[in-house]
């Protein structure tokens, strides 16, 4: 739709406009064709335009970027770790500078409202500071070993090409968690980002050129494909790939995991999320509402870590709901690139699709559905919908699947032990809340018989984590972690060594041999 649409919507002439100024200021000169020229088709959320044709790659172009990733790793396996660190400060500065157009990137092919987008865009800058600091700090450890005169200790070493498959929702961030850590650990990188947000990954691998240049390193260390899984799949099954980092649905990790496993090679997965919050009968419900509002609705509920379910003590349930549904009533919906908007679009009509027939399953099943409904934004392939709150009877199958979409179901418990049981008694495992001011009741939560998510929290909400803490989820979330603390151990390979330094030659365990 080109012309002005309802509710004032931009059109799609004006995305355009905003899509080749942003790429124009990174430097970007990628050749975008019309759309409906072969290639991948770059759009928006926003109107559902198509707005420009993106140049896909081949297989066996692929497989060329793996060979140009895999030459350049020899030289940069070997080049000292606080250099490498340099080429990321510098990616970091050139984020910095970037970041609006960035940010624009991301609402427009994403559909996010402009602060969050400034806030993924802010994510990559603070990964980057992150990896500057790690280049000086990849320590191993030494250890006492059991025989005189000898050294025993770990040393860490790179591993080689890291494949870095990237989701919708984080069309930017996640590639740069990887990126970042990944060069500094001395590998090197072939992403390929998803096929629904080209236009972003032209923009980053722009950057990551410039930076190259700027500080005189190989741009082979970086390499961008783009295109479906089938690109994804060259990637997964190429024995040069040392590492798979690959985030997205439950249904993809299924088939990445196995194949990568077949081969031998490392994954690292971080998939889908189904994640709950308890709030106790002593929580502050002021701020429970406040975070769980965030959570559930913000990024139009198309988050890994948005909140899913609310398991509400019996005595607040009705509160906590009537506060919820009343905070929803006032969300600004519409077109995310405005100030004031906190709800955009669904990324496609899948997305829609599939909100509608996990409400109307829900609603089968007993659920009580407020909210819900598709918004009128005026634009037909553009889905805008009311954040949903459903409050169920008992968590049946739907509540136990991730609809990437809007939807918060209530649960209600009478004691802490069930509510932390219906907290781990979906398939996935990313992250998980308690709202509480009773001490007992917060750690209980975080003990070992507590949640059983890669993140618990303690009166905040399950979405929004800091990159300085390792980020990722158990069970069908995959299991991988990626960010800060010592997640970028993933990137590199451990060697055990010992050294004699002493004229015997003791064996361990005290074996006697000849
Ligand atoms: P998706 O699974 O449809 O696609 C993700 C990526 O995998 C895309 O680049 C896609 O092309 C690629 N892909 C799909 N099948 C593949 C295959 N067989 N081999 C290789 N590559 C393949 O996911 P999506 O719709 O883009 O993103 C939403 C999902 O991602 C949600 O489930 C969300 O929870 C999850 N997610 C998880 C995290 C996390 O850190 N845990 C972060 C963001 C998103």
Redesign the pocket.
Same mark, same amino acid.
């Given at each position: 739709m080109t012309t002005m649409q309802k509710n004032n919507l931009p059109t799609a002439d004006d995305l355009r406009d905003r899509v080749r100024v942003a790429l124009q200021a990174v430097g970007a000169d990628a050749a975008l064709g019309e759309p409906g020229v072969s290639g991948l088709a770059a759009g928006s959320p926003i109107t559902g335009d198509v707005l420009f044709s993106v140049p896909e790659t081949s297989p066996a172009a692929a497989g060329a970027a793996v060979d140009e990733a895999a030459a350049a790793f020899a030289g940069w396996r070997t080049t000292p770790a606080p250099v490498r660190g340099a080429l990321v400060a510098r990616l970091g500065e050139l984020l910095t500078e970037h970041k609006a157009d960035l940010a624009t990137l991301v609402t427009v092919e994403a559909g996010k409202i402009s602060s969050e987008a400034l806030g993924e865009v802010q994510e990559m800058i603070d990964i980057c500071q992150f990896a500057v600091g790690l280049s000086r700090q990849l320590y191993g450890k030494t250890i006492a070993s059991e025989r005189p005169g000898h050294r025993l200790m770990e040393t860490w070493h790179p591993l080689g090409v890291v494949g870095v !498959? *990237?989701?919708?929702?984080?069309p930017v961030a @996640?590639w740069a968690w990887n990126t970042a850590v990944a060069l500094v650990c001395g590998d090197t990188v072939v992403w390929?980002?998803? +096929? $629904?947000t080209p236009l972003t990954a032209i923009a980053c691998q722009t950057l990551i050129e410039r930076a190259c240049a700027d500080v005189g390193v190989d741009g082979s260390v970086s390499r961008l494909v783009q295109g479906?899984?089938d690109i =994804?799949?060259a %990637? !997964?099954d190429d024995p040069r790939v040392a590492l798979v980092s690959? *985030?997205?649905? @439950? /249904?993809?990790g299924r +088939? @990445?995991g196995p194949r990568v496993a077949q081969r031998f090679g490392k994954a690292l997965l971080? $998939?889908? =999320?189904n994640n709950a919050a308890i709030v106790t009968p002593s929580a502050d419900l002021d701020l429970a509402v406040r975070a769980i509002v965030f959570s559930a609705a913000g990024t139009a509920g198309q /988050?890994?870590t948005t909140m899913r379910r609310v398991i509400a003590h019996s005595s607040i349930a009705d509160e906590l709901c009537r506060r919820i549904a009343a905070a929803y009533e006032t969300l600004p919906i519409g077109d995310p690139s405005v100030d004031g908007t906190l709800v955009g679009p669904l990324i496609h009509s899948r997305s829609y699709r599939d909100m509608v027939g996990a409400l109307q399953t829900a609603a089968a099943d007993g659920g009580e559905v407020i909210g819900g409904h598709r918004h009128d934004m005026g634009a037909e392939d553009a889905f805008y919908v009311a954040p949903a709150l459903v409050r169920m009877p008992g968590q049946t199958e739907v509540v136990h699947n991730?609809t990437?979409a809007p939807i918060l179901y209530v649960l209600t418990y009478d004691d802490l032990d069930t509510a932390i049981e219906l907290n781990n008694a979906v398939p996935q495992g %990313?992250s998980s809340a308690i709202f509480t001011t009773d001490i007992r009741e917060a750690e209980r939560f975080m003990a070992a018989d507590g949640s059983d998510c890669g993140i618990a929290n303690v009166n905040i909400g399950t979405s929004g984590a800091e990159i300085g803490g390792a980020?990722?989820?158990e069970k069908e979330? =995959?299991g991988g972690r +990626?960010s800060g603390s010592d997640a970028w151990k993933a990137y590199m390979r451990r060697a055990t060594n010992t050294v004699n330094y002493s004229s015997e030659l003791p064996l361990a365990q005290g074996v006697r041999f000849g």
């Open positions: !498959i *990237t989701a919708f929702n984080f @996640v390929k980002p998803s +096929e $629904l479906g899984r =994804g799949e %990637l !997964i690959a *985030t997205g649905s @439950v /249904r993809m +088939e @990445v971080e $998939l889908g =999320g /988050r890994c991730e990437f %990313l980020f990722g989820g979330t =995959g +990626e």
